[in-house]
């Protein structure tokens, strides 16, 4: 089994940053892609961005140029840097993994922007 825990959302006004953790544990051995998704409340959860393990990377067009997702496969914890919130940024987060034809996810954490 994987397990995943995000951390590093809260609060934060319109054009303001954070950055958010996602650290991996468990049985991982070949990931494929970590990802970020998010839902918003009434909506369907959304691919932010992902990141395979060969190196493409793909966003949303909704936060490209402005979110940045990295990973640091030594420590098995993948990031997401989110700049210039906008309140339509509002939603729970969640971590998503992908290890052969599994896929794991984690708790979410919420990250609210005010206007």
């Known amino acids: 089994q994987v397990q995943l825990v995000e951390s590093g959302g809260g609060l934060v006004q319109a054009g303001g940053s954070l950055r958010l953790s996602c650290a991996a544990s468990?049985?991982?051995?070949?990931?494929?892609?970590m990802g970020w998704y998010r839902q918003a409340p009434g909506e369907q959860r959304e691919l932010v961005a992902i990141?395979?393990?060969?190196?493409?990377?793909n966003y949303a067009d909704s936060v490209k140029g402005r979110f940045t997702i990295s990973r640091d496969n030594a420590k098995n914890t993948m990031y997401l840097q989110m700049n210039s919130l906008k309140p339509e940024d509002t939603a729970v987060y969640y971590c998503?993994?992908?290890?052969?034809?599994?896929?794991?996810w984690g708790k979410g954490t919420l990250v609210t922007v005010s206007s």
């Open positions: 990141k395979t393990t060969s190196g493409s990377t």
């Open positions: 468990g049985s991982i051995f070949s990931i494929n892609a």
């Open positions: 998503s993994l992908i290890q052969n034809v599994a896929r794991y």
